[in-house]
């Protein structure tokens, strides 16, 4: 999936592995004095998360995305969507 979002702001995305669940160990230590990107949570394992969201700019998510790809490294970035029950949101009641 192509991130659509783009120019100033900032967004959570989530990096994952494409496929089996690999390690992002070397995605992580390729990002660690990077001040651009901020490592929010890590899923998986003690020391071999398969999953991360980071908070980012919307240019270096693309930036990302489009590194990921001429690599060939198997990972994929996408948005990171608040869940809400019913595809919906909440309903406000009023005083």
């Known amino acids: 999936m192509a991130l659509t979002q783009t120019g100033p702001g900032q967004g959570r ?8 669940a690999i390690p992002l ?7 660690a004095n990077d001040p651009a990107i901020a490592v929010i949570r ?5 020391g071999q998360p398969h999953t991360v969201v980071v908070e980012t700019s ?15 490294q198997p990972l ?3 948005p990171d969507s608040p869940l809400s029950f019913f595809g ?3 309903e406000q009641k009023g005083p």
């Open 13 to 20: 995305y989530i990096v994952r592995a494409a496929g089996d």
């Open 25 to 31: 160990t070397g995605f992580l230590a390729s990002i």
């Open 42 to 46: 890590q899923i998986g394992p003690a």
């Open 58 to 72: 919307h240019d270096r998510a693309r930036a990302l995305e489009q590194q990921f790809q001429q690599s060939q």
């Open 76 to 78: 994929i970035i996408e």
């Open 88 to 90: 919906g949101a909440p």
